[in-house]
């Protein structure tokens, strides 16, 4: 037998990694996790406009890195041990997060203990045209001089994208639309970046987490609205998983969120329905080691719908399950092992029923309900007396909720939905009358 070594084309592989899903605020997330990683707790990032010189900078406070350190961190595949609940994975991110956005990335990092600063470059026009793994070692510019004196006093971490060709359009990278599109992204940034961090940033791990994007201050935007009092906190629930050799635990937090009436004011309302609205925003809000990575809609254990669009549930695991998880290498994918997703059914169609009940008590009052079962019971019982058209209005109404909590409860919402929907074209009246149209 005989073995030949078959080395990858640099040339085409760096091009190719280029695509593995990321866009711009996944792929700078993905920086901050290594700053988080390396014990940041600051860290600033410059998305700056200067036409075909546009550039994104993305420096920390971290432990820094030494040269050898730094060479190993720009190997596709770093080689390294992970201990448990490390953002990184793969040894990719830095590289191809990067590469996903811009052609050159430059690192120039500090440890806290050493004296000496190293600058290292990729740039793939000389990766392609060498069709080799080449790091560079640069010449100092004015950026590289910044970046030096950013770590100069405490130690860290700069990591410098240039030549954004994801970014800028390639006719006329310094007209006013490559602006535009500069400062777009950069204001998706500071909102992706105030969800995916926002337990890091609220100081819920430890030490606060201080971001800022362009001197802005990134605030943490939490799924929970945890300062409206109103917010229901329903029960905490653990469920133990293992996949082959992998085992953890899964964390399960349920909320029912105020209603509009019930909330502080319309404003934080507004706030809390956040980047997708409210009916896109409710479901499992999935973090891996404090990290959100995923949100909105059940995970494929139900659909998204307006009546529980006030309930939201955070689903922690740790990183000893991300084999189960198969958490994707730009980190904004889960799967949802199905033994999960059974355990979660009960659970969850309950915190629906709960939601469901929020809703309704607020979106219509009991008055207004009452009122449209009677209307729509004078109009097919003309001779109904109108005391016993209004006690039967109130009991139909109460049988409708009834027949769809239990659809819910028994896991059939789905079902149940279609059945309405029969009903509906067969019997309006009937329809109208168990309050199936609202
Ligand atoms: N900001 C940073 N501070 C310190 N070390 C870093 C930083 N960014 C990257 N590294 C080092 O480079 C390695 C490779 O990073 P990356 O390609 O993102 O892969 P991963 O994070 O999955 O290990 C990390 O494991 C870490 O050792
Ligand atoms: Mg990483």
Redesign the pocket.
């Known amino acids: 037998m005989t073995y030949t070594s078959v080395a990858p084309s640099a040339a085409r592989l760096t091009e190719s990694l280029r695509d593995i899903g990321y866009d711009f605020p996944t792929a700078v997330a ?1 920086i901050v ?3 988080v ?2 014990g ?1 707790t600051r860290v600033e990032i410059d998305i700056r406009f200067d036409g075909a010189g546009s550039w994104v900078s993305i420096a ?1 406070d ?4 030494t040269a050898n ?1 730094l060479m ?2 720009l190997r596709y595949g ?1 080689r ?1 041990e ?1 201990g448990r609940n490390d ?9 191809t997060a990067s590469l996903s956005q811009c052609r050159s990335v430059t690192v120039v ?1 500090r440890p806290q203990t050493a004296t000496r600063t190293v600058t290292r470059v990729i740039d793939l026009d000389v990766v392609v045209e060498e069709d080799d793994w080449l790091i560079i070692s640069p010449d100092i510019d004015d950026h590289v001089r910044r970046a030096r004196e950013q770590v100069a006093d405490s130690g860290g ?1 700069v ?1 410098l994208w240039r030549k954004l060709d994801r970014v800028l359009p390639e006719k006329r990278p310094e007209g006013g639309w490559a602006r535009r599109r500069l400062e777009g992204l950069a204001e998706r940034t500071v909102q992706h970046l105030g969800i995916v961090f926002h337990r890091f940033l609220e100081g819920a791990t430890g030490e606060p987490l201080a971001i800022t994007v362009n001197g802005v201050k990134v605030e943490p935007w939490n799924p929970f609205a945890p300062d409206e009092p109103a917010c229901n906190v329903l029960p905490v629930q653990r469920f133990e998983i293992t996949v082959g050799e992998a085992s953890g635990w899964v964390t399960l937090r349920p909320y029912v969120l105020p209603s509009r009436d019930r909330f502080s004011s319309p404003a934080e309302f507004d706030r809390m329905s956040g980047p997708l609205n409210w009916n896109r925003q409710q479901g499992l809000y999935i973090y891996r080691a404090e990290r959100l990575v995923q949100w909105g809609g059940w995970g494929g254990i139900r659909g998204i719908d307006e009546h529980t669009k006030l309930a939201r549930a955070s689903l922690e695991f740790d990183t000893d399950l991300d084999v189960v998880f198969n958490i994707n290498v730009a980190k904004m994918r889960v799967t949802m092992p199905p033994q999960l997703r059974q355990m979660l059914e009960r659970p969850i169609n309950e915190l629906c029923i709960r939601a469901d009940d929020a809703y309704r008590r607020t979106s219509r009052t009991p008055a207004n309900n009452a009122g449209n079962y009677e209307a729509s019971l004078s109009e097919h019982f003309p001779s109904m007396p109108d005391r016993a058209r209004s006690a039967v209005g109130v009991g139909v109404g109460a049988a409708g909720l009834a027949l769809r909590s239990a659809a819910m409860q028994a896991g059939e919402y789905a079902a149940w939905k279609r059945i309405v929907e029969v009903i509906r074209i067969q019997a309006p009246d009937v329809a109208a009358s168990l309050g199936l149209n609202d």
Do not use: F, H, I, Q
Not at 62 to 65: I, L, P
Not at 87 to 95: E, T
């Open positions: 993905d996790d290594n700053s990683a390396a940041a920390d971290g432990r820094g890195m350190g190993e961190a770093s390294r992970y953002l990184g994975r793969y040894g990719l991110g830095l590289k990092s971490t990591v």
